[in-house]
């Protein structure tokens, strides 16, 4: 959403002051970016090139990009503040922030519903389990070689079936058996 002219006048007063411009070095730079001296003569195109200046020198923070927290009811802000510890936390696995719009995809395809503040508490609690799912399978660690994988052996004993459970019938055979197609295994011939 654009910002007003105030807004933007407050700015650019706001972001020479951190650069610590006073009021006639102030002027004269507006002056020659811009052709006018004084902020309330310029146009808003003028005003938002002013500030989009003070950003890159640094006097004004860069905008924020990852979209404006929602402002839920009371009963819901400990859901929503969980999810954005873990959209935060995602961000920091990834390396870039995770914007609000992946917790709202995440409610349009798991709620059918557009928004996560129009989200209704159980649903919160879906978007929740599938964010701590995400984060369970990114970080969870491979066992290490020779490691316990389950059953009580190691990756290097590991049998290809778990133990108890009987492979069917084909799949076996002992020397002095004979398989025939269809049948299994049969003893005494040949």
Do not use: F
């Not at 009021?23 to 310029?42: E, N």
């Not at 404006?68 to 802000?77: C, E, L, T």
């Not at 969980?82 to 917790?103: C, H, M, S």
């Amino acid at each position: 959403m654009p910002l007003s002219r105030n807004q933007l006048i407050g700015l650019v007063h706001q972001g020479a002051t951190a650069l610590g411009m006073d009021d006639d070095t102030r002027r004269a730079w507006q002056q020659r970016l811009t052709g006018k001296a004084s902020c309330s003569a310029m146009e808003w195109r003028q005003l938002e090139r002013l500030v989009a200046e003070l950003r890159h020198l640094g006097g004004l923070k860069p905008q924020r990009q990852i979209g404006k927290r929602p402002n839920p009811a009371q009963a819901k802000a400990k859901q929503i503040s969980k999810i954005e510890a873990l959209l935060a936390d995602k961000g920091q696995r990834q390396g870039q922030p995770v914007p609000w719009a992946y917790a709202d995809a995440l409610a349009q395809r798991l709620c059918k519903v557009d928004k996560v503040t129009w989200c209704t508490g159980p649903q919160l609690r879906k978007i929740i389990a599938a964010l701590e799912y995400d984060k369970r399978r990114q970080t969870a660690p491979l066992p290490p070689r020779g490691g316990v994988v389950g059953w009580g052996v190691t990756n290097d004993q590991a049998p290809l079936h778990p133990p108890g459970r009987r492979l069917p019938a084909a799949l076996h055979h002992r020397p002095g058996r004979q398989m025939e197609p269809g049948r299994g295994p049969q003893m005494g011939r040949g």
